[in-house]
């Protein structure tokens, strides 16, 4: 059985080895170069400073993969709309680590106030994310044609959203923070 939790510092080595994999082997996601465990840690903390949510999935003491929500852009008008990041340990994809992680980072995302999150996914042929998406009733909004170079491949980015709570059909209670 998948447990998801919220993030804790020691569990940022075992993320920093999944996002590297993913940074060696994979187009959903555009780095090159695989952060360090100190980038990894300062991410975190920003993360956690700004009250933003980062789950990890585990089972048996392994951790499967991890998700977050970050701020989709730093301009003030868009305090309401964050992004998610979801990726999964090699060897536990299609286990369901990915629906379970996403599923709850919605639910946080909306408990904490914000109205719209976005997918910004890597690679038009990253068909298990866009499906994962779409899964949990995110709309594709969008692509963005040949605008990353990896691998020796031009790579699409494709836009999904999901609207939260009661997304842009009322204005927040607090129209200056989220």
């Known amino acids: 059985m998948v447990n998801v939790r919220d993030l804790r510092s020691a569990d940022l080595e075992a993320v920093t080895r999944i996002y590297a994999h993913h940074v060696a082997h994979g187009t959903g996601t555009f780095d090159e170069v695989a952060p360090s465990l100190a980038e990894m840690a300062e991410k975190y903390e920003t993360l956690r400073a700004a009250g933003l949510p980062w789950l990890i999935a585990e089972a048996d003491g392994d951790i499967l993969g991890y998700a977050y929500a970050a701020p989709f852009r730093t301009r003030t008008a868009y ?83 999901l609207s939260l709570g009661e997304g842009d059909k009322t204005p927040p209670n607090d129209a200056s923070t989220a």
């Not at 969008?142 to 990896?150: A, I």
Request: proline fraction near 1%.
């Open 79 to 161: 305090r309401f709309t964050l992004e998610d990041s979801v990726y999964i340990a090699p060897g536990a994809q299609r286990r369901g680590v990915g629906r379970a992680l996403l599923a709850a980072l919605i639910a946080r995302c909306e408990a904490l106030g914000y109205r719209q999150l976005l997918a910004v996914i890597g690679d038009s042929e990253n068909h298990g994310s866009v499906g994962l998406h779409r899964a949990l009733g995110f709309t594709h909004t969008g692509t963005s044609k040949s605008v990353g170079l990896k691998f020796g491949r031009w790579l699409d980015v494709v836009f999904m959203q």
